[in-house]
């Protein structure tokens, strides 16, 4: 019997992990399974709980169960504790190992994919949800100049930046008042999305340094709301968050298998040319 790993999440049915880690699982020669797991909103710790008792080893965890799934794992990464939420469940025999790789997936997919330098730059985040907690501590180790939360609800952004302060040199600022800022990297976090929108007020103009990049954690087959906005605005590259995607499913692969597949192959397999 191979062994046995699943994505929970509800919805979950338009998840891309099961491709990303069969292909994973091949490239790397590992014998696993993967499969979705539809848990009911309010049942996410007995789902997790049924799946551990028929074997199950490992579990990636979708919205809208990371705070759950925090909550269900009684041992946890430092990165886990730092994000509050956990998008990888590792069974450890008699019970949950907790850990958080969308922080890491992002600094890989910035880092090694589209090139960017993190250090000494200005980053600036919009959105204070759960994923931008989780990129901030990975984030701030790469020892940005600054990074700079905005977020429509200010006392979210306030939150954060407090939470990170002995991380770097963290802000938060409410939109109107970055006066003329510029920023290196500009990541949009928020769950604005797919809606055809101007950002709501909290995506503001000005704010692209010359070389700028506008990485928008949603990712389509086609430029997103954000990266349109951003182009129109001064930034001078964009990427969506196919590559965080990618590149956390990598990092939850190590965690399960003790190897780091190559997410080259990915890209070209999710997003056709
Ligand atoms: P969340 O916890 O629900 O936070 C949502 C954030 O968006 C909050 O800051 C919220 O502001 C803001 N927001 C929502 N609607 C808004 C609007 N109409 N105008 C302005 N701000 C608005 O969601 P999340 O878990 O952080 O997820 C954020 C996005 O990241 C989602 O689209 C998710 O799919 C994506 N994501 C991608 C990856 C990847 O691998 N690529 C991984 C994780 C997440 P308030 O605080 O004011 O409500």
Redesign the pocket.
């Known amino acids: 019997m191979p062994d046995r790993y699943a994505v929970i999440g509800n919805p979950v049915a338009h998840s891309k992990s099961p491709l990303i880690h069969a292909a994973f699982a091949r490239a790397t020669g590992q014998a696993m399974s993967y499969e979705r797991l539809l848990a009911p909103l309010d049942g996410f710790a007995a789902a997790a709980k049924r799946f551990a008792s028929e074997g199950g080893m490992g579990l990636n965890v979708t ?1 809208p169960f ?1 705070l759950d799934a925090f909550a269900l794992a009684t041992e946890k990464s430092a990165r886990a504790r730092s994000a509050g939420a956990c ?1 990888t469940l590792a069974w450890r025999g008699s019970h949950w190992f907790g850990d958080n790789t ?1 922080g890491a ?2 600094i890989h997919d910035l880092m090694h994919n589209l090139g960017v330098a993190i250090s000494g730059r200005d980053v600036l985040i ?9 990129i901030l501590g990975p984030l701030l180790a790469e020892t940005p100049r600054r990074v700079v939360v905005v ?3 200010q006392s ?2 306030d939150e954060l930046a407090a939470h990170f302060a002995a991380h770097g040199n963290i802000a938060a600022t409410p939109t109107g008042a970055l006066g003329g800022g510029r920023f290196d990297i500009v990541i ?6 797919l ?1 055809d ?1 101007d ?4 995506w503001a103009a000005g704010v692209f340094a010359p070389g700028a990049l506008a990485y928008d ?3 389509a087959d086609a430029p997103t709301p954000f990266a349109r906005w951003a182009s129109a605005n001064g930034a001078a590259r964009t990427a ?6 990618i590149e ?1 499913a990598a990092e939850s692969f190590l965690l399960w298998r003790g190897v780091r597949p190559d997410s080259r192959p990915l890209f070209p397999l999710l997003r056709p040319v």
Do not use: C
């Open positions: 919205a990371k998008n969308d997936g992002l919009f959105g204070a949800g759960g994923a931008a907690r989780g977020n429509r609800t979210k952004a949009n976090a928020t769950s604005i999305g809606q929108t950002g709501a007020g909290v954690l949603v990712y969506d968050g196919l590559g965080m995607l956390q």
